[in-house]
């Protein structure tokens, strides 16, 4: 049966590939087959191959033409003036950079396609990490372009974070904007009702701060803070402080009442939670802080809807932190005891007075919570999950 002819181009000789090495060798073969074909092609002479080629085409000219068969060769023609410098006698000539710019900038011919660059089989993004694995990051479908913020003191420890903060119209939830703002944290801040101090708080910090007013418990404000963090850039830290008290014994106590208090303190941290943590989870990373009280766990006469209220904030923030723990996402309860400012001021003074004498260092300040609260807020706080942090001076029982 006769050999096949040998294969041109980038394809190995048909009998090397079927014989393998072994065959090569015997026939006294050496080196790689694509490097000894070119060897061969560039050392055997071929007669009659530049004959044919030499009455085909004409004599070989210098530069590489070729005129027609018979004339004499001619020399090759000129470049073109293009306005660039002359080349030394011998050299080619060299076009000006402009020139190649504007040739490496033609647009492309008709029919073709630009090379399409894919991505290598099984590699896959993900979420949560930069491309070349260095470190989190935010998908252009999660995150809108950020927004520059003001340049914070270098030793920020809050620097960069951006905070969604609810309740921050007055009392300990002003303290807390403040504190954070102080840190270098950018602050979304909600507030239901006017406050002048927020306003001048904001002035003061144009870029860093900005507010949503609205009840956060309707489901449009809530998706409105999340989509107002957005703008930062992220969202790494919610602080949930909005509620409201409607004090009475219990068989005096209306249904009204008891739906309204449930409704800001309990559906509020609901909703606000639910839409914070779909931009935590897209970001693999977040810290949701509820500012609870210490009614919650000890019980206050008087105080039935908004102790079952901030009992329930302890629930929502045990299974928040087993739910997302995946996306790194933790959770922490504050459980402030009475304070002097906010809803702990408001409180009758009988039963302000006996709740102090309750506290073994009396009546707390309401900066040193707001420090805590920024505290927990920060990096350093990472490791702190799913337990309650109580700020109420040690309990008298």
Known sequence: ???????????????????????????????????????????????????????????????????????????????????????????????????????????ARAGHRPPVHRRPPGRRDVPGRHRDGRGPHLGEHAMSSPVTTAAAPPDSPLKGRVVLLTGAGRGLGLLTARTLLDQGAAVVANHRSPSDDLERLADKHRDRLRLVPGDVATEDTAALLAAEARRFGRLDVLIHNAAITRDQPLVRMSVEDWDEVQRVNLRGAFLSTKYAVKTMMRARYGRIIYISSITALTGNAGQAAYSSSKAGLHGLAMTVSQEYASYNIRTTTVAPGILDTGLGASVAAPQRRRMADRSLLGTGEAEQTAGTIAFLASPAADYINATVIRTDGGMRY
């Open 1 to 107: 049966m006769p050999a096949r002819p040998a294969r041109t181009g980038t394809h190995l000789r048909t009998d090397v590939c079927r014989g393998g090495r072994a065959a090569a060798a015997r026939r006294g073969r050496t080196g790689r087959p694509d490097q000894r074909r070119r060897d061969q092609r560039t050392a055997r002479p071929r007669p009659g191959l530049d004959a044919a080629r030499a009455a085909r085409t004409g004599p070989a000219l210098p530069g590489g033409q070729r005129g027609p068969a018979g004339q004499e060769p001619r020399p090759a023609a000129a470049p073109p003036d293009r306005g660039g410098p002359a080349a030394p006698a011998g050299q080619p000539a060299v076009r000006p950079a402009a020139q190649a710019t504007a040739l490496l900038r033609r647009p």
